[in-house]
C-alpha cells in the first residue's frame, strides 16, 4: 500500500497539488463570473453538398446568434468562435427549407444559444448547366472629330458560362466591362473581362478578353456612331 501512494499519490505531488489549485480558481471564477449576453454575427457553413447541383440561398448568408454565459467568456467570442452548420445531405431538385436551431450552433460548452435570427434558411437546388454564350464588348469614348467605328470584335467571342439550369438558359449573352476607345484612329486593341448579370451564373473557366475596336473616317454628310 505505501508503495502504491509513492508511486500514484506522492510523485510529482506539488505539480498535481499546482494543478488542483488551477483548475478549483478556474471554477470558482467561472461559477462567480456574471451572466451575460451578446449577439454574434458568423457566417453560414453549408455541409455535404450534393454533386452535381447548384444552390442557390433566398435572403441572408449568415445568421444572427444571442447567447448567454459567463462574462469573461462571452466577451471574448468572435465569429471564428462559432459555427453555424446546414447540412445538406440528401438534398434534390427544388426548393428546401431548412430550420435552424441550437443544434446547428457550435459554441463553446459553457455558453447557450438563446435566438437565432433568421430562423430558416430556404435554398433553390438544381441541375448544373453549361452553355456556349457570345460575348459583347462594350465600347465607351469619344472619338475624333469626323471619325466613326467601322467594327469592334472580341476574341475569343464566345465563353462558356455555368451555373443553375434554369438561370444559365435565360442568359443571352456574356458583356465585357467597357473598354475606353476615346482618341482611337485606325484600330485599337484592349486586354478585359467577361461577366454576366445573373449573380448565380458565372463564367466557367475566366480569361482574358481582347477587344479590337476598328475606326475610319466617316464620308461627308455621314453621322459619326
Not at 48 to 55: D, F, S, T
Not at 90 to 116: E, M, N, Y
Amino acid at each position: 500500500m505505501l508503495d502504491f501512494f509513492r508511486k500514484h499519490v506522492f510523485h510529482n505531488f506539488w505539480l498535481k497539488l499546482v494543478s488542483l489549485g488551477l483548475a478549483l480558481l478556474l471554477w470558482w471564477r467561472l461559477g462567480h463570473d456574471p451572466t451575460v449576453e451578446a449577439v454574434i454575427t458568423a457566417p453560414l457553413e453549408f455541409h455535404h453538398a450534393p454533386e452535381n447541383l447548384e444552390m442557390s440561398v433566398e435572403g441572408q448568408t449568415q445568421v444572427q446568434v444571442r447567447v448567454r454565459g459567463p462574462e469573461r467568456t462571452v466577451r471574448r467570442l468572435t465569429p471564428a468562435d462559432l459555427q453555424a452548420i446546414v447540412d445538406l445531405s440528401g438534398a434534390h431538385v427544388g426548393q428546401r427549407t431548412f430550420d435552424l436551431t441550437s443544434k446547428q450552433i457550435h459554441l463553446p460548452d459553457v455558453v447557450q444559444v438563446v435566438q437565432i435570427e433568421p430562423s430558416q434558411v430556404r435554398i433553390d437546388f438544381d441541375h448544373s448547366a453549361t452553355r456556349t454564350v457570345n460575348v459583347h464588348p462594350r465600347v465607351i469614348g469619344s472619338l475624333v472629330t469626323g471619325y466613326r467605328i467601322t467594327d469592334v470584335s472580341a476574341d475569343p467571342d464566345k465563353i462558356n458560362i455555368v451555373g443553375p439550369e434554369h438561370r444559365v438558359s435565360e442568359v443571352s449573352d456574356a458583356i465585357t466591362d467597357p473598354v475606353d476607345a476615346t482618341g482611337v484612329v485606325g484600330s485599337a486593341t484592349f486586354t478585359t473581362h467577361a461577366y454576366v448579370t445573373d449573380p448565380l451564373v458565372r463564367v466557367q473557366k475566366p480569361e482574358a478578353i481582347h477587344v479590337t475596336v476598328t475606326t475610319e473616317k466617316a464620308p461627308k454628310g455621314a453621322t459619326p456612331r
